[in-house]
């Protein structure tokens, strides 16, 4: 047994559950068994799954199956209330995963109201923001995530993993219809196109959260915006801007040289948006580098006639980050002329900078275990 490759039942969908349950000679009714247990109760061992027989159970760990549920590794708490999870994987690799209580209403409901400066929170809500790769291979010059590299994708039952996970630690049980779900943690969603998508469909059917609550974010990988307008069932989408021009943008985000600003935004134009929904742009503001009053009107250009919305995201600083912070002042200017604009923009609440969780924070590194303790 201990020779077997170990095969994770996170990450099966229900046909291939059925067929593994049909290799055992059991009746069809046993998937659905083993799909609440594992996607809904969120079990850690198939000795858990207390609605098989022994004999059953033991078949299956025969077959050298597990469950395959991350580990939680570590956990920091921060003063607002984020939590950030270091999630450890069989092999043992690991990425992080944040829990944000209150919800975020401006990034993953429909709330793209005008008018507000931050986005509003609701205290029964919360948002999970999930990995999709051990690092990342895309370059952005402010992201400390770029620091590691690549190591690897994660498999469909990895990023599922890390939202059952959470949701056990957090006692959340179903439904868990005020959790929004965001793909913007460590590494690039459509590198790992085929399983997050996989994830996605996971979710949407097993775990029981609806994609209308989820947000992936994109460097701007544009053949696979393409694909992805085509999705049957697909979250909604987000793509990291954060320049005005091609000459700033391929300086901070070095993908640009291949999916320049006019293919990007040829892709977003192209893309089939759903009733009332909006593509989000992310805007990363760098001190003195993209923030002026000036970038915000060539941004203005780049938007017209896009149904759009705007995310500002005020640098969050890390060690061998080159970029300082603007202040509050240069921020809400570079939002007024967005606005003034009538494109709808809202300023990201910094969540969990103590605890290193906020965007473009997330590094999975020996040396955040000595961030400030809980
Ligand atoms: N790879 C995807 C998702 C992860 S990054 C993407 O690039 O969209 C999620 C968001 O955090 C992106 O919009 C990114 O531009 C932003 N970000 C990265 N580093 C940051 C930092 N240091 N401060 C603030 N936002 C950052």
């Known amino acids: 047994m201990a020779n077997l490759p170990q095969i994770a039942m996170l990450g099966l969908d229900r046909g291939e559950i059925a067929a593994l349950v049909d290799g055992l000679g059991e009746s069809g009714y046993r998937a659905s068994q083993i799909l609440d247990a594992v996607y809904r109760q969120r079990v850690d061992s198939i000795d858990a799954i207390s609605t098989l027989s022994l004999q059953t159970r033991k078949q299956l760990r025969e077959k050298g199956i597990s469950v395959g549920l991350p580990a939680v590794e570590k956990q920091f708490l921060s003063v607002d209330g984020t939590v950030r999870y270091l999630m450890g994987f069989a092999d043992g690799q690991s990425v992080e995963t944040v829990w944000m209580p209150g919800g975020d209403d401006g990034e993953a409901g429909d709330g793209t109201e005008a008018g ?92 029981g959260i609806a994609e209308s609550r989820m947000t992936v974010s994109t460097a701007g990988i544009v053949p696979r915006i393409r694909d992805f307008g085509d999705e049957p069932v697909r979250p909604k989408l987000a793509i990291s801007l954060n320049a005005c021009n091609d000459e700033m943008r391929s300086k901070l985000m070095p993908l640009n040289r291949k999916w320049n600003l006019e293919r990007l935004m040829s892709a977003a134009r192209d893309f ?103």
């Open 272 to 374: 089939p948006l759903r009733n009332r929904e909006r593509i989000t742009f992310e805007y990363v503001l760098l001190n003195g580098v993209n923030d002026a009053a000036g970038n915000a009107q060539e941004v203005v250009e780049l938007l017209r006639g896009l149904r759009a919305k705007v995310n500002l995201i005020a640098l969050n600083p890390g060690p061998g980050i080159d970029y300082s912070t603007p202040d509050r002042e240069r921020v809400l200017e570079f939002q007024r002329v967005l606005m003034q604009a009538g494109i709808p923009a809202f300023i990201r609440r910094p969540r969990g900078r103590d605890i290193f969780a906020a965007c473009g924070q997330l590094k999975r590194t020996v040396e955040m275990a000595t961030a400030p303790a809980p």
């Open 116 to 207: 507000d400066f931050v986005e509003k929170r609701s205290p029964d809500r919360a948002t999970i923001c999930i990995s999709s790769q051990v690092g990342c291979a895309v370059d952005c010059q402010f992201c400390l995530t770029a620091l590691l590299g690549v190591k690897r994708n994660l498999s469909a039952g990895e990023i599922v993993g890390q939202v059952c996970a959470v949701l056990k630690n957090q006692g959340v049980s179903p439904p868990q219809d005020r959790i929004n779900l965001v793909f913007m943690g460590m590494g690039e969603p459509f590198l790992n196109y085929e399983n997050f998508m996989k994830a996605v469909r996971l979710l949407v059917a097993e775990v």
